[in-house]
């Protein structure tokens, strides 16, 4: 929804060892590999079923299952026993129940996993992981009566100022579709449908209900897509929903080129189009153009000052005041009443809404909502799922900088936890997003339960969360004090979830709806921080947030700096755990963080947030060159590069042999851990073509694995690199090409660490 009638109005008022005991990462993938291959099939296996019950619908009852009869639940026919298809927010958790009316539900069995955010699972760049998380979710999900759970989250993180990139995973389409994969059978696994969203383009907040973004083909094939595609075609995903904005001319939930062309046509998508709650805008684009489900309308009409007696439009997206009539919500959405008479008018439309309703049948069967085996009752708020939660922080907070502080002894005896986000809750934040956490462990709690009454903690926060960001000198005072009576720092500070931006617009950060104003770490910050490693030099900073954070004014005088981004229930544990050395830190950063936010390519090359004037229109000049593509092509200096991450110990890699196949290659190394440390490392490998006919990266991800070594350790790795690999969307041609030439394939630690350098000829 638009800011000025959010979607998501505020709510009324483990261990380690579970992991251990399933043996290494590569047990934990075994799910992956056994779970249904090929769940696009699964969505037409009831076909037979499908079409008898469509055959008994009146054309009433059509247009009754294609549009939301309740906030997040799409009108049943109990006559025919089809019951309401329930959906719930929460790409890291099931929504607190809202009720029918948007007024929200005082529930206390509401309460369950707050997962780490989405970009906290990939920064773990562990596609396991990923199916552990979408587990917890359909679990919880089937536990909370709800058939589908909007998420995951996949657009690309292009700018870095977007307030909703903490619910996407990267800047890389690659590590994109790795991750979305197993997050989408790990849900529908538990007979509950993902829904990944949002499809397409929708990479900022600021004007997301009337931006019209223009975006090469290639770009849009090369980078924008192929996580959707991924989801669709690998994940088999049963759901998608369109975004708020236009895409060329069009809006993108009822665009013909991306709902028509593309997902159903070229990537033969069988499953149901979901639309973001009011991005539908026509009923005649609606029904034409593949949006098969509409979803909150009414609210936007609410929004608006209409009373429930407003009728759509079908064609202005405008609404009209009809005094007098009927209550009925057949008259507050497009694919409602105004669908029905279009239908009426133009029988031709009626194969349309067939389609539409199969697709909503075809989704009730394979989560079992039809058909003789119904879905088992899901588990909520488990041990397991708790062990979950804490494992992904763990794999998923990335050690930036370490001059060998970390980690710290447990023999410490004073530790000054300085920094207003160590106490602060953060699952009640970020819009839709929102959480009602069975219990959240904050960072000052996880150093408490981690040192025990071995040591003396104390907490100063240093800033306060306010309209007012400015320094505030008394808090800063007392934490200074507190620094200098202390052996070691930890500051916790970064940047915070928006509760309600409808009045917090001037500074809410990481939140559905509005985008950051900068880089900068809010309420002075950066004068905190300083004067507090002026106080200590043994200060450990660590930093939440949602994405990118300019550092450069206190990187260089940190001993250490780790990104905890919003890591979950568990999240004070998990920190503690890498902080104190029980865990080795191996997560690697998502996306790129830029030195200052000029250098982004979003600000250097594009447009954001738009073009002044009426309409609205942005063009993607920064074109292919999102993220790390733009660094190391441009030869920018990032503050940290894409796919950095330190540990507590050291690998080498070795021998490395590439062998061309027909239209691929198969890369070889061994990795072997040089330290005295257990750990993991992620070797990522990325492919640049020396000579094109059109220009190309200086490197694309095309690979990587997660590997766990003890001290001393060596293990083989067999990467394979398919035609995909190498390459590029034509634009003339209209379809990917492959090249013949040379290629070389790079190995390393991150995008700027690159560690064994091959070849091959294709």
């Given at each position: 929804?638009?800011?000025?009638?959010?979607?998501?109005?505020?709510?009324?008022?483990?261990?380690?060892?579970?992991?251990?005991?399933?043996?290494?990462?590569?047990?934990?993938?075994?799910?992956?590999?056994?779970?249904?291959?090929?769940?696009?099939?699964?969505?037409?296996?009831?076909?037979?079923?499908?079409?008898?019950?469509?055959?008994?619908?009146?054309?009433?009852?059509?247009?009754?299952?294609?549009?939301?009869?309740?906030?997040?639940?799409?009108?049943?026919?109990?006559?025919?026993?089809?019951?309401?298809?329930?959906?719930?927010?929460?790409?890291?958790?099931?929504?607190?129940?809202?009720?029918?009316?948007?007024?929200?539900?005082?529930d206390?069995?509401?309460?369950?996993?707050?997962?780490p955010?989405?970009?906290?699972?990939?920064?773990?760049?562990?596609?396991?992981?990923?199916?552990?998380?979408?587990?917890?979710?359909?679990?919880?999900?089937?536990?909370?009566?709800?058939?589908?759970?909007?998420?995951?989250?996949?657009?690309i993180v292009?700018?870095?100022?977007?307030?909703?990139?903490?619910?996407?995973?990267?800047?890389?389409?690659?590590?994109v579709?790795?991750?979305?994969?197993?997050?989408?059978?790990?849900?529908?696994?538990?007979?509950?449908?993902?829904?990944?969203?949002?499809?397409?383009?929708n990479?900022?907040?600021?004007?997301?209900?009337?931006?019209?973004?223009?975006?090469?083909?290639?770009?849009?094939?090369?980078?924008?897509?192929?996580?959707?595609?991924?989801?669709?075609?690998?994940?088999?995903?049963?759901?998608?929903?369109?975004?708020?904005?236009?895409?060329?001319?069009?809006?993108?939930?009822?665009?013909?080129?991306?709902?028509?062309?593309?997902?159903?046509?070229?990537?033969?998508?069988?499953?149901?189009?979901?639309?973001?709650?009011?991005?539908?805008?026509?009923?005649?684009?609606?029904?034409?153009?593949?949006?098969d489900?509409?979803?909150?309308?009414?609210?936007?009409?609410?929004?608006?000052?209409?009373?429930?007696?407003?009728?759509?439009?079908?064609?202005?997206?405008?609404?009209?005041?009809?005094?007098?009539?009927?209550?009925?919500?057949?008259?507050?959405?497009?694919?409602?009443?105004?669908a029905?008479?279009?239908?009426?008018?133009?029988?031709?439309?009626?194969?349309?809404?067939?389609?539409?309703?199969?697709?909503?049948l075809?989704?009730?069967?394979?989560?079992?909502?039809?058909?003789?085996?119904?879905?088992?009752?899901?588990?909520?708020?488990?041990?397991?799922?708790?062990?979950?939660?804490?494992?992904?922080?763990?794999?998923?907070?990335v050690?930036?900088?370490?001059?060998?502080?970390?980690?710290?002894?447990?023999?410490?005896?004073?530790?000054?936890?300085?920094?207003?986000?160590?106490?602060?809750?953060?699952?009640?934040?970020?819009?839709?997003?929102?959480?009602?956490?069975?219990?959240?462990?904050?960072?000052?709690?996880?150093i408490?339960?981690?040192?025990?009454?071995?040591?003396?903690?104390?907490?100063?926060?240093?800033?306060?969360?306010?309209?007012?960001?400015?320094?505030?000198?008394?808090?800063?005072?007392?934490?200074?004090?507190?620094?200098?009576?202390?052996?070691?720092?930890?500051?916790?500070?970064?940047?915070?979830h928006?509760?309600?931006?409808?009045?917090?617009?001037?500074?809410?950060?990481?939140?559905?709806?509005?985008?950051?104003?900068?880089?900068?770490?809010?309420?002075?910050?950066?004068?905190?921080?300083?004067?507090?490693?002026?106080?200590?030099?043994?200060?450990?900073?660590?930093?939440?947030?949602?994405?990118?954070?300019?550092?450069?004014?206190?990187?260089?005088?940190?001993?250490?700096?780790?990104?905890?981004?919003?890591?979950?229930?568990?999240?004070?544990?998990?920190?503690?755990?890498?902080?104190?050395?029980?865990?080795?830190?191996?997560?690697?950063?998502?996306?790129?963080?830029?030195?200052?936010?000029?250098?982004?390519?979003?600000?250097?090359?594009?447009?954001?947030?738009?073009?002044?004037?009426?309409?609205?229109?942005?063009?993607?000049?920064?074109?292919?060159?999102?993220?790390?593509?733009?660094?190391?092509?441009?030869?920018?200096?990032?503050?940290?590069?894409?796919?950095?991450?330190?540990?507590?110990?050291?690998?080498?890699?070795s021998?490395?042999?590439?062998?061309?196949?027909p239209k691929?290659?198969?890369?070889?190394?061994?990795?072997?851990?040089?330290?005295?440390?257990?750990?993991?490392?992620?070797?990522?490998?990325?492919v640049?073509?020396?000579?094109?006919?059109?220009?190309?990266?200086?490197k694309?991800?095309?690979?990587?694995?997660?590997?766990?070594?003890?001290?001393?350790?060596?293990?083989?790795?067999?990467?394979?690199?398919?035609?995909?690999?190498?390459?590029?969307?034509?634009?003339?041609?209209?379809?990917?090409?492959?090249?013949?030439?040379?290629?070389?394939?790079?190995?390393?630690?991150?995008?700027?660490?690159?560690?064994?350098?091959?070849?091959?000829?294709?």
């Amino acid at each position: 929804m638009s800011p000025k009638f959010p979607r998501f109005p505020v709510f009324l008022g483990a261990a380690f060892s579970t992991f251990a005991a399933v043996g290494p990462v590569a047990a934990q993938r075994k799910p992956v590999a056994t779970a249904v291959t090929n769940q696009q099939a699964a969505l037409t296996a009831n076909d037979a079923q499908v079409e008898a019950l469509l055959k008994q619908m009146t054309l009433e009852e059509k247009i009754k299952m294609i549009h939301a009869n309740s906030a997040f639940a799409s009108g049943g026919i109990a006559r025919l026993g089809i019951p309401e298809l329930m959906t719930s927010d929460g790409p890291h958790g099931v929504r607190p129940e809202q009720g029918r009316d948007w007024r929200g539900v005082k529930d206390a069995k509401d309460a369950g996993t707050y997962l780490p955010t989405n970009n906290t699972l990939a920064a773990t760049w562990n596609p396991a992981l990923g199916y552990a998380y979408g587990t917890v979710l359909g679990q919880e999900a089937s536990a909370r009566g709800k058939d589908m759970i909007l998420g995951p989250g996949i657009n690309i993180v292009r700018a870095p100022l977007n307030g909703r990139n903490f619910e996407y995973l990267s800047e890389d389409p690659y590590l994109v579709s790795r991750m979305v994969v197993g997050y989408i059978k790990g849900v529908q696994a538990q007979g509950v449908s993902a829904c990944v969203k949002h499809y397409a383009l929708n990479n900022q907040e600021v004007h997301r209900d009337d931006i019209d973004v223009n975006v090469s083909e290639r770009a849009l094939r090369e980078i924008y897509l192929p996580g959707f595609r991924a989801a669709v075609q690998q994940g088999g995903v049963y759901s998608l929903m369109g975004s708020y904005n236009k895409f060329r001319g069009t809006y993108a939930t009822e665009n013909a080129y991306l709902m028509n062309t593309i997902l159903k046509g070229e990537w033969g998508f069988k499953g149901l189009v979901i639309s973001d709650w009011g991005s539908v805008h026509s009923t005649q684009n609606a029904l034409r153009n593949g949006t098969d489900l509409e979803m909150g309308t009414d609210l936007v009409l609410m929004s608006k000052g209409l009373d429930q007696s407003a009728t759509a439009s079908g064609e202005t997206g405008q609404p009209d005041l009809v005094n007098g009539s009927s209550q009925s919500l057949y008259n507050r959405f497009f694919l409602a009443d105004p669908a029905l008479e279009a239908i009426k008018k133009d029988p031709a439309l009626l194969p349309l809404l067939d389609d539409k309703v199969r697709r909503i049948l075809r989704v009730e069967f394979a989560t079992h909502m039809l058909g003789g085996t119904r879905r088992q009752p899901g588990t909520y708020n488990t041990k397991e799922h708790q062990a979950t939660a804490l494992k992904v922080a763990e794999e998923g907070i990335v050690l930036l900088k370490n001059d060998g502080i970390l980690p710290l002894k447990k023999t410490v005896k004073t530790v000054a936890v300085i920094g207003a986000n160590a106490t602060r809750e953060n699952a009640g934040g970020g819009g839709s997003a929102q959480l009602k956490a069975k219990y959240e462990i904050t960072a000052l709690q996880g150093i408490k339960n981690a040192l025990g009454s071995g040591a003396t903690v104390t907490f100063s926060p240093g800033y306060t969360i306010a309209r007012d960001q400015k320094a505030d000198p008394k808090l800063i005072a007392e934490a200074v004090a507190a620094a200098k009576a202390a052996d070691v720092v930890i500051y916790v500070g970064g940047s915070f979830h928006g509760y309600d931006y409808t009045k917090w617009s001037d500074n809410a950060y990481d939140a559905e709806g509005t985008d950051k104003p900068d880089l900068q770490l809010p309420f002075g910050q950066v004068e905190l921080v300083q004067a507090v490693q002026a106080a200590n030099a043994n200060t450990v900073v660590v930093l939440l947030g949602g994405g990118p954070i300019e550092v450069a004014a206190f990187a260089g005088q940190s001993r250490a700096v780790l990104e905890a981004w919003y890591p979950g229930m568990e999240g004070g544990n998990a920190l503690a755990h890498i902080l104190f050395g029980d865990v080795n830190p191996s997560g690697k950063l998502p996306f790129t963080f830029p030195v200052k936010l000029a250098d982004a390519p979003a600000m250097k090359l594009g447009e954001y947030p738009s073009t002044p004037g009426e309409p609205l229109k942005q063009t993607y000049k920064d074109d292919i060159w999102v993220g790390y593509r733009y660094y190391d092509t441009y030869n920018v200096a990032p503050q940290y590069a894409f796919g950095h991450g330190l540990s507590y110990t050291t690998f080498k890699y070795s021998a490395l042999t590439v062998t061309p196949g027909p239209k691929s290659a198969t890369v070889k190394l061994t990795v072997t851990n040089t330290g005295k440390v257990a750990g993991a490392e992620v070797v990522q490998v990325y492919v640049k073509d020396e000579k094109a006919s059109v220009k190309r990266p200086e490197k694309e991800l095309k690979g990587f694995e997660k590997v766990f070594l003890k001290p001393g350790e060596s293990k083989a790795l067999t990467v394979a690199l398919d035609a995909g690999a190498f390459q590029y969307y034509d634009e003339a041609k209209k379809s990917w090409v492959l090249e013949p030439g040379k290629f070389n394939v790079l190995v390393g630690s991150s995008s700027r660490d690159i560690r064994l350098t091959g070849g091959v000829t294709l």
